[in-house]
């Protein structure tokens, strides 16, 4: 079995480590190419209007000056001889859950994978506070990572579908188990611009995301990490709303 392994948070970040060593339990047939730098609330995007410079670090090993995407879509199309069967991204310093996950360069890379057909995974460790480096950071995602992913990798995946994995803020022995879990829905306040002046004088600001409190109903991810549970959450490209479809053509008869 043949791994790439991207992230979003940088190819010298704590958490490929961590996503490196889970991977090692899988397979000896492992390729890294990550984003050169941090690139955390990249979501899906795509570098259009500069050039992209891919640096080789070792054998099988690759930075990309772009997004999660961009190192996604450089192994496929450039770097990889033969496509990979499984992508992991990750494993994410901080949570992708609920409706964060569009703004995740974590889960976009996933995003990216699935969408050239390829058994994709995302994995997101969430911290205690958010972004912060804690007493055990990557403790529940080396704990729990090979469990949560042996299953996975042999999984049927239906077309154009990814999943989405988040290790709660607690230490291994603490985790209560893996929860197969929908998507829920952070209260958008939570999200706050921060306003302070620069050296020069000049006022700044600054998107930050806080907490991690769930403000939806039961079986969401949200509540699932809040107890103590890796989450498992499939998701889809097709973010077409079905029953809409019929409602707004109506709109458009005379
Ligand atoms: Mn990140």
């Known amino acids: 079995m043949r791994i790439l392994i991207t992230n979003d948070d940088g190819i010298s970040a704590p958490g490929l480590y961590v996503l490196e060593k889970i991977a090692a339990t899988l397979s000896d047939d492992i390729w890294i190419c990550a984003p050169s ?79 050239a057909g390829i058994h994709s995974i995302a994995l997101s460790q969430v911290y205690a506070k958010e972004g912060m480096a804690d007493a055990v950071p990557f403790g529940a995602a080396e704990g729990w990572g090979e469990r949560v992913l042996r299953p996975l990798v042999e999984a049927p995946i239906a077309p154009r579908t990814l999943i989405n994995v988040n290790f709660p803020p607690v230490t291994a022995d603490k985790v209560k188990g893996i929860k197969v879990v929908r998507q829920g829905f952070h209260d958008y306040a939570r999200g706050s611009v921060v306003e302070g002046t620069d050296p020069r004088g000049y006022p700044y600001y600054w998107f930050g995301l806080h907490g991690i409190e769930h403000t939806s109903g039961h079986d969401t ?34």
Do not use: C, W
């Open 37 to 115: 730098e941090e690139q955390s609330g990249a979501g899906h995007s795509l570098t259009l209007t500069r050039p992209v410079r891919v640096r080789k670090h070792a054998e099988r090993r690759f930075s990309v000056t772009g997004t999660p995407s961009d190192a996604v879509a450089m192994a496929l199309k450039k770097l990889m001889p033969e496509p990979p069967d499984i992508i992991l991204s990750g494993v994410n310093r901080g949570a992708n859950l609920g409706d964060d996950v569009t703004y995740s360069g974590t889960v976009s890379a996933a995003m990216e994978g699935a969408l």
């Open 221 to 254: 991810d949200l509540e699932a990490i809040s107890e103590g549970f890796v989450t498992v959450t499939p998701l889809q490209l097709d973010l077409t709303h079905r029953p809409s479809l019929a409602l707004l053509a109506e709109r458009y008869q005379q």
